[in-house]
């Protein structure tokens, strides 16, 4: 179902147009509100009146996250602090804490944006929804709550953990709609199987929610396979608006983005240049409807890939990919941008073949060379050479018909990739650029 | 006419992957000596890559030597292969090879594996197409070596 198909479903141009509208006055209120990125479009040479819509996008500088820290907690916020409603945050892996404050308006836009995502999965005001996210600072629990009741759903606010009363409580109440991570999903289902609880007979989903952390495909289908229903991803982040920014539809096939809240751009994480859609690159977004704390070409590091080919749901907003990598891992090799994550995505998707791997980037003759080293399975060797060359040429092909350069790839005994706590080290760069 | 089936018509091969690496055959002969295992017929194709190693053990043999090249970090499988009898006279063993080839049947490897009880020479095949190899050879009678009679080596 579409929640808003006048804004889902409208065509690209006037999109393109809204957003520039919002763009402008989203660049006014924060230049005049926020002296840190007041100072850095200065810097930049960058004035307000010049920013006139969408294509001026590219003018603006970029925001960090390291700019939420170093002006923790108000710093950066643009509206007054008595028009904050809420704060929510993450404490962050690095243990420095960053926050977002929300106006009452900013917890109603993020509130629709969640109502989207739950509608395209199929939630009414008929559905029971529970809601095992963790309620807190953390955006996932108050962020699914607002968006079910948004719709007019029974919400069971149940938090994370205690999955004995999670199940008995799905069993009792009859939730169809679970919200919360994927693994704590799968959890949850195999618990479920192993109390003797059977879809269809003692538990009724018909669809979840799925997000705050990656997933893989493979997730989704021993999710699907152990509440036999729907499960969608949705994505988002604290810094942004919280789960909702982007969201999955019955397709299963990228994430649709709230394009009339935020801009999404993919950018060469070198460069900063924009990227076309179909080119993996670093997820930036721009939001261009919040007041509270809005954010400007905010740099998410995450390696994504945007599609703006129409979807056979009928919604018009360009989808994302799943995150496929983070830029810090990213190479440049022969010029061309190498994320490691694409290469194992490439060896877990060919049969057999086992995704410890390890990358040898060197120079020789002033060429860079890229060897990936590639643990070799019993699945993958016969007693022939021939059919052992079949294998490494199979993955070459792969590798450069994804990635866009050759590789050459060695065969290694298993377990023979160093591994520090219990994580492979993936690359060894030679070259001694720096 | 003989009717030769992989039970019967087939001999126990371990194949054994190993990198080119200095010392990597050397590594490998010490666990099967370790294992108590005794070698029987052995062949190494190298590629500059990596290399292959074949062997042949008495069937009672095999899983110890699999457990122990295993248990080593090796990658190691066991396969079925044809070992062919062949009387020592020019010619006999292209003689034996053209039935195949006159079947479609090509030779990804050979090799030999001489024991000096018997008076023929043995030839260990593997062929493209192993059932097909098989009936080839049975209804040509061209006698094979056992699993049975390896064993008794
Ligand atoms: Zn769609």
Redesign the pocket.
Known sequence: MIYQPEIECMDRESMRELQGKRLVETVAWEYANVPLYRARMDEAGVKPQDIKGIDDLSKLPFTEKTDLRDEFPFGLLAAPRSEIVRIQGSSGTTGHPIVAGYTRGDVAVWQQMVARAMS?AGVTKDDIVQVAYGYGLFTGGLGAHQGATELGAMVIPMSAGNTQRQLMMMKELGTTVLCCTPSYAIYLGETAREMGLKPGVDLHLKSGCFGAEPWTEEMRQKLESLFEFDALDIYGLTEIAGPGVAF????K??M?VNEDHVIVEVIDPKTGEQLPAGTPGELVFTTITKKGQPMIRYRTHDICTLDDSP?????SAI?MSRITGRTDDMLVIRGVNVFPSQIEGVLVGIEGVSPHYQLEVDRVNSTDTLAVNVELTEDMFSDTVSSVEAVRRKIAEQIKSVVGISAKINLVPPKSIPRSEGKAKRVIDKRNLH | MMAYTVETGCIKQISVFLENKAGTLNEMLGVISGAGVNLLALCIADTTDFGIVRLIVAGHDVDKTLAALRAAGLIARETSIICLRVSHEPGAFARVLDLLADAGISIEYAYSFCRSTLEDALLIVRPSNLDLSLEVLGSNDVPLVTQRMVDEF
């Open positions: 395209a999955e539809c019955m397709e096939h990228g649709h979807c056979a749901c009928g919604r989808r």
